[in-house]
């Protein structure tokens, strides 16, 4: 079967980095998206990794190990609009599916 | 904005009911995506369509069907509702398929 894990949820301070992981076992891999949503809206899109390594984007960066089946998303530099719901999904070319993890609730303190 | 238009915004409705959303892709993205989200849980994807063909489905119910049609746009039709098919429901749209899902703001359905 198909199987992402990331962690329920997640606290952290304003100004600080967290690091959200993601595991996958799935039948094929052709990719890992990083989405972000917000309670009550749509999910936007943050990275999407295909190779192996660090792609960073502004106070976000995004890691990714195909051999270890492990991603993470790092936010550095934490703001009060960062508390959001972070979906980690792998894209398998096979059958054209996107699995999704359940998502991690990021909340963030002052 | 992200150029993906879902109508209505929010649905109000008896059980045993049916209603349709709908949803209008990007331009020029051919594939659509229906998800639907109850309340504080993840996405459970329905069904992907690409130009005009159904690609892929992942776990709707019989109770509940989609079409694309030749201009793009996409329908889901839920019939025989139930109490527990009140849920936000998400379309998405991508150029191909596997590329980046653009999400519209949803369709809250509160099934009475």
């Known amino acids: 079967g198909q199987n992402i894990d990331q962690p329920t949820e997640m606290t952290a301070t304003e100004g600080a980095i967290v690091q959200i992981n993601c595991t996958y076992q799935?039948?094929?891999?052709?990719?890992l998206f990083w989405y972000q949503q917000h309670a009550g809206e749509a999910p936007t899109f943050l990275s999407y990794?295909?190779l192996d390594g660090l792609e960073e984007k502004g106070r976000f960066s995004s890691f990714l190990s195909r051999s270890k089946g492990y991603s993470y998303l790092l936010l550095k530099e934490l703001q009060m609009k960062d508390s959001a719901s972070y979906l980690c999904?792998?894209?398998?070319?096979?059958?054209?599916?996107?699995?999704w993890g359940a998502g991690t609730k990021l909340i963030i303190k002052p | 904005d992200s150029g993906v238009t879902q109508t209505p915004k929010h649905l109000i409705t008896a059980t045993g009911q049916r209603v349709t959303l709908r949803c209008s892709p990007r331009?020029?993205?051919?594939?659509v995506y229906w998800y639907q989200q109850s309340l504080d849980q993840g996405l459970q994807f329905l069904i992907q369509?690409?130009?005009?063909?159904?690609?892929a489905k992942g776990n709707i119910l019989e109770r509940f069907s989609a079409q694309q049609f030749p201009d793009l746009h996409s329908e889901l039709n839920l019939s025989s509702l139930e109490l527990g098919d009140s849920a936000l429901y998400f379309c998405?749209?991508?150029?191909?398929?596997?590329?980046?899902?653009?999400f519209g703001a949803g369709t809250r359905l509160s099934v009475l």
């Open positions: 799935t039948s094929g891999f052709n990719g």
């Open positions: 369509y690409y130009n005009g063909e159904e690609r």
């Open positions: 999904a792998v894209y398998m070319d096979s059958n054209y599916q996107l699995i």
């Open positions: 990794n295909v």
């Open positions: 998405a749209s991508s150029e191909q398929g596997g590329d980046i899902q653009y």
């Open positions: 331009s020029g993205d051919l594939s």
